[in-house]
């Protein structure tokens, strides 16, 4: 019976998953919020600076306002859910996905705030020079109706319009029409009395003279509209100017275009990763395919849950959490295959495998968090996005590989279905050891036997040594290519319906007054062309560019344009970023292993940096603010890796006890980067099936990200192998010549009496 059950409790899981993921992915699906990336529209940001330089300095609660009077005018337009950030305290982010009228919509949210007010014939009457700045408050009335009151500069001056305004009492025209940007010939009082939403912010009537600066206007409104109100009255009588700083738009078509490919390269890619798991683990890599599917189907609940907002690098971290949950999976595999060559029973070896793995797979995964935290907090804009969904990939991945595949696994195994057969788990009967015999999991052969990497390691360190000379030669000959995220200025990407060539695009934008010799022709069929300029352009010249390209190649540009003073702040928090992953990094691994190990992994960690960046500027490929998330994004995968060698030599010193010579240490560091070697060849396979699609099959604009992808997953594989175990045989090696002897304690796991070792 607890056969059956636990048969019937496997299958009735899955058909609750399946009943799940199948009647509510498709809602949720609509509900993902897609970034301007993905649909289209544009990206400002806005330095908040005083009105004239001797006014005094921009305080929060004024860039607070000003950010008030964004959202009313974006309102206006009609953009469904808008996203409007104060950043540095004096700045603001505004995202418009979806907008059809980019110029137009550009064109508002540059204006100064401009309050005015006005008659019922829409007579200038006052503006926001005549109100007290920061004055107006929400507040209540004696009788508990919600009111707001502000300050007028001349009482007098007020007192004479409130005058006149209140003979006009019996005509019914005794109101005091509230506007911001009120435009001539447009706009219209007694057109916008009669709509259900009129454009006007308020139109209080005027009973008596008021001859006070304190002024209440009441009417029927609720406490949230007097915060409104009053955050309008104060924007408009701000000394502030909006500086754009920064700003991309991307056309609709670009967005469409962009959703398609990834999310085509998305499914091949996994595609293929749940193909490989099923052909190399069997019935484990049957578990992986069902966990991954939940994975993916909670990570869109959890995003579209904290209403975040899906762009490309998002679909790209998605997709590269997939490899980390399959990570997870492949060292529990594994470590299980080990146990059941040396003759364990299934279910001994799952518990043991499982057991074995989960501390290597909980150091991996918080290093790798490490990364995506500092990524959050130095990146921009879409680099957060991509490090939240890193952050929230990584928590998703470890409850559905660690927790609920061996839920599933455990099931399975303890019905009994799966005793004696190892050819289920992917071993041939042949190379089960009996376990009379016993085997340790040290003894059992591996495929790598030939490989001495720690005898050889003078040839690798020579091989990286003379790599890191010569990229660092050819990166002080050709620099780096640094897109405009760096170096500033504008960047304009055409698409066209054909392909095209250089010389075209070139005589094209010289006959429009903006020529460039910084063209780059891209895309599947060449129809792709990005020109640089080193200057910005100014709003109106982009809108110029952006008018007559779409009259020419019938689709909207994508324009890119970025401040010296923006540029310069990207490369400094580029460099925070990665001086502070790598500190977390070497105090996490120093705390949880020791220093030696923590050094020889950031030594690791910047042979992959700077290689990708070699190449980088060997093959002038862009960098740009992507390439900085790649880099950190590798630092993660290769301390992934590191530690899982470093995991496996700790256990595999635990298991010896002592040793006391070089030969000892080094046989034991072979064994254990053969042991693991499988593994990261496994995982970095699976992870690269989906870079490689990303790379051929996805957008344009995550192409280089996806080429430093690749190419750091490859360094970082080498480095954990080759480099970063060895150097630490060579610290350890130092420690054994001094000392005459290293002792590892079983019970407490420490090296010697002073080097804690968890």
Known sequence: MKIRGRIVSFLLLLVIFTATIGTTVKPILEDVKLGLDLQGGFEVLYQVEPLKKDDQKVTESMVSDTAGALRKRIDVIGVSEPVIQIESTDRIRVQLAGVENQEAARELLSTQANLTFRDTDDNLILDGTDLKEGKAKPDFRQDGKPVVTLEMKDPNKFGEVTTELSKLKPQGKNILVIWLDFEEGVDSYQEEIMKPDPAFVSAPHVDKPIHSANVEISGSFTVEETKDLAGILNAGALPVKLEEIYSTSVGAQFGEQALNKTILAGIIGISLIFIFMVLYYRI?????????????????????????????????????????????????????????????????????????????????????????????????????????????????????????????????????????????????????????????????????????????????????????????????????????????????????????TTEEVSEYISSIGHPSTDIVISGENKSIGVVRYAEEFSQEEINKVKAEVSSVYGAEPNVSSVSSTVGKELVKNAIKALLFAAIGIIIYVAFRFEWRMGLASIIGLLHDAFFMIAVFSILRLEVDITFVAAVLTIIGYSINDTIVTFDRIRENLQRIGKIDNADALADVVNKSLRQTLGRSVNTVLTVILVVVALMFLGAESIQNFSIALLIGLLAGTYSSIFISAQIWFVLKKREIIQKGAIKVDKEKKQWGSDEPVV
């Open 284 to 500: 484990p890599g049957l578990i992986a395919v069902i966990t991954l599917s939940v994975y993916i189907y909670l990570i869109l609940v959890v995003f579209t849950g904290i209403n975040a907002v899906l762009t490309l690098p998002g679909i790209a971290a998605l997709m590269l959490g997939v490899g980390m949950a399959v990570d997870a999976n492949i060292l529990t595999y594994e470590r299980i295959r080990e146990e059941l060559r040396v003759g364990k029973s299934v279910f001994d070896a799952f518990q043991s495998g499982a057991k074995s793995a989960f501390t290597a797979i909980l150091d991996a995964n918080i290093t790798t968090i490490i990364a995506a935290i500092v990524l959050f907090i130095f990146g921009t804009s879409s680099v957060k996005g991509f490090a939240l969904m890193l952050i929230i990939s990584i928590l998703v991945s470890f409850l559905t590989a660690v927790w609920g595949a061996r839920l599933l696994l455990g099931l399975l195994v303890r019905s009994g279905k799966l005793d004696n057969k190892p050819g289920l788990f992917g071993i041939a009967k042949s190379r089960v050891n009996p376990l009379e015999d016993e085997v340790d999991t040290l003894d059992l052969d591996t495929k790598f036997d030939r490989f001495d990497f720690v005898r050889t390691r003078k040839r690798y360190f020579t091989i990286s040594i003379l790599l890191l000379i010569t990229g660092a030669i050819m990166l002080g000959v050709f620099k780096l290519n640094l897109g405009i995220d760096f170096s500033s200025g504008t960047r304009v990407e055409i698409l066209a319906d054909k392909p095209i």
